[in-house]
């Protein structure tokens, strides 16, 4: 990497050229590491915005991350919070049930952890489990499955009706570059943890986890919580697109005023009724 020395000392292209070369870094691959580090700076300005306007005006916020293991789910949300007033924004990662949970109605759970007034949550998974990952695992009997499917758009609904503002969010991912993520968490002591019993399977249930997904979004994209699909082969423009469509969604007070693009590629982000290819097949 560069460092402030190294280009103070830098006068013209050629010289800077001539340095990466001397540094062997990779001069193209670090312009763009710069450009969307700026671009993600001014869309988290965009996005304090949209949190004061939330805070004065007292609205609820739910957003969910929803995926295939290793699509950038938790990079994403990190995203979203890094900057954001701890105190009316908050991450959502559940643990699985007690044994007490498991007894309960199963959206109770998620009932407790919804966004109060003057308040958002991001959701690094959801209630949507039971849709995909219960049954793919068998953490869920067919009856509890069904069930599930019957009842979510009713429950949404009702938190529509009620007034909270639902994002949804699948993040798409091939199995080729999924298959390279978890390659690239085994071998890093850093990245380790991330690497589960769960995520060992994905691979190999792969057909199943598309079966059970595309059962999801025939079901459960509706006009009032439609699934908003973002392709995540490249996570760092998913990580913007994914910002620039939260911010679309929302009239606030300074919007646009930090110079940030806030116009989503359709490539990247789109309605589910919209995909014309299966990106994860």
Same mark, same amino acid.
């Given at each position: 990497?560069?460092?402030k020395?190294?280009?103070?000392?830098?006068?013209?292209?050629?010289?800077?050229?001539a340095?990466?070369?001397?540094?062997?870094?990779?001069?193209?691959?670090?312009?763009?590491?710069?450009?969307? /580090?700026?671009? *993600?700076?001014?869309?988290? !300005?965009?996005?304090?915005y949209?949190?004061k306007h %939330?805070? =004065?005006n007292?609205? @609820?916020?739910?957003?969910?991350?929803?995926?295939r293991?290793?699509?950038?789910k938790?990079?994403?949300?990190?995203?979203?919070?890094?900057?954001?007033?701890?105190h009316?924004?908050?991450?959502?990662?559940?643990?699985?049930?007690?044994?007490?949970?498991?007894?309960q109605?199963?959206?109770?759970?998620?009932?407790?952890?919804?966004p109060?007034?003057?308040?958002?949550r991001?959701f690094?998974?959801?209630?949507?489990?039971?849709?995909?990952?219960?049954?793919?695992?068998?953490?869920?009997?067919?009856?509890?499955?069904?069930?599930?499917?019957?009842?979510?758009?009713?429950? /949404?609904?009702? *938190?529509?009706?009620?007034? !909270?503002?639902?994002?949804?969010?699948?993040?798409? %991912?091939? =199995?080729?570059e999924? @298959?390279?993520?978890?390659d690239?968490?085994?071998?890093?002591?850093?990245?380790?943890w991330k690497?589960?019993?769960?995520d060992?399977?994905?691979?190999e249930?792969?057909?199943?986890?598309t079966k059970?997904?595309?059962k999801?979004?025939?079901?459960?994209?509706?006009?009032f919580?439609?699934?908003?699909?973002?392709e995540?082969?490249?996570?760092?423009?998913?990580?913007?697109?994914?910002?620039?469509?939260?911010?679309?969604?929302?009239?606030y007070?300074?919007?646009?005023?930090?110079?940030?693009?806030?116009?989503?590629?359709?490539?990247?982000?789109?309605?589910?009724?919209?995909k014309?290819k299966?990106?994860?097949?």
């Open positions: 990497m560069f460092t020395e190294d280009l103070l000392q830098v006068q013209t292209r050629k010289e800077l050229v340095l990466a070369k001397k540094k062997k870094i990779k001069i193209k691959k670090s312009i763009k590491r710069a450009e969307y /580090e700026d671009e *993600l700076k001014l869309l988290q !300005i965009e996005l304090a949209l949190q %939330i805070e =004065k007292q609205l @609820r916020v739910a957003i969910l991350f929803e995926g293991d290793a699509a950038g938790g990079g994403s949300i990190k995203r979203f919070v890094e900057h954001l007033n701890p009316t924004s908050a991450v959502v990662a559940l643990n699985k049930p007690t044994e007490v949970e498991r007894g109605w199963y959206f109770q759970r998620y009932i407790e952890v919804l109060n007034r003057g308040e958002i991001f690094d998974r959801s209630w949507y489990n039971r849709a995909v990952v219960e049954p793919v695992m068998g953490f869920c009997t067919t009856h509890q499955y069904n069930t599930f499917m019957a009842q979510v758009p009713n429950f /949404e609904h009702m *938190l529509y009706e009620d007034g !909270i503002q639902i994002i949804k969010f699948w993040f798409d %991912i091939t =199995k080729e999924q @298959r390279k993520r978890f690239a968490r085994k071998n890093n002591p850093l990245k380790e690497f589960s019993p769960v060992m399977k994905a691979q249930m792969w057909e199943d986890n059970y997904k595309e999801m979004f025939t079901n459960t994209h509706t006009a919580c439609p699934w908003i699909i973002v995540t082969n490249d996570k760092e423009t998913a990580r913007l697109e994914s910002l620039r469509h939260v911010l679309s969604q929302f009239d007070e300074g919007k646009g005023s930090s110079g940030a693009n806030l116009h989503t590629d359709p490539n990247v982000v789109y309605r589910y009724f919209r014309n299966n990106l994860d097949l």
